[in-house]
Nanobody, 124 residues
Framework: QVHLVESGGDLVQAGESLRLSCVGS????????VGWFRQAPGAERMFVAT????????YYADSVKGRFTISRDNTKNAVYLQMNSLKPEDTGRYYC?????????????????WGQGTQVTVSS
């Protein structure tokens, strides 16, 4: 079982950047596909980005393509989400999710483990 801890959330202005981190413990993190999800108040948890465990291939929601970059450093048991050109609609709590069996985590049902999330607020 892997334990996930997110960090890096903050209050920023539109156009600024943030880097979120997700650190895993309790297992070999490189055995897991990892994804980032965002949940706004009163809304469903939505897919943002995912990275595979084998090739490190990446996939993004259309709304963040070209602005966000997901990456992983297996030596540090970490996955990162670099968020550039932030928009108010990027506001929400960002969750890291891991899957031991799937090659990606692109929807909520594919996740085996979740972190507690980190809050990102983008003001206009």
């Amino acid at each position: 079982q892997v334990h996930l801890v997110e960090s890096g959330g903050d209050l920023v202005q539109a156009g600024e950047s943030l880097r979120l981190s997700c650190v895993g413990s309790g297992g070999l993190f490189n055995d897991y596909a990892v994804g980032w999800f965002r949940q706004a108040p009163g809304a469903e948890r939505m897919f943002v980005a995912t990275i595979t465990r084998s090739t490190g291939s990446t996939y993004y929601a259309d709304s963040v393509k070209g602005r966000f970059t997901i990456s992983r450093d297996n030596t540090k048991n970490a996955v990162y989400l670099q968020m550039n050109s932030l928009k108010p609609e990027d506001t929400g709590r960002y969750y890291c999710a891991a899957s031991m069996w799937g090659n990606v985590v692109s929807n909520v049902g594919e996740a085996d483990y979740w972190g507690q999330g980190t809050q990102v607020t983008v003001s206009s």
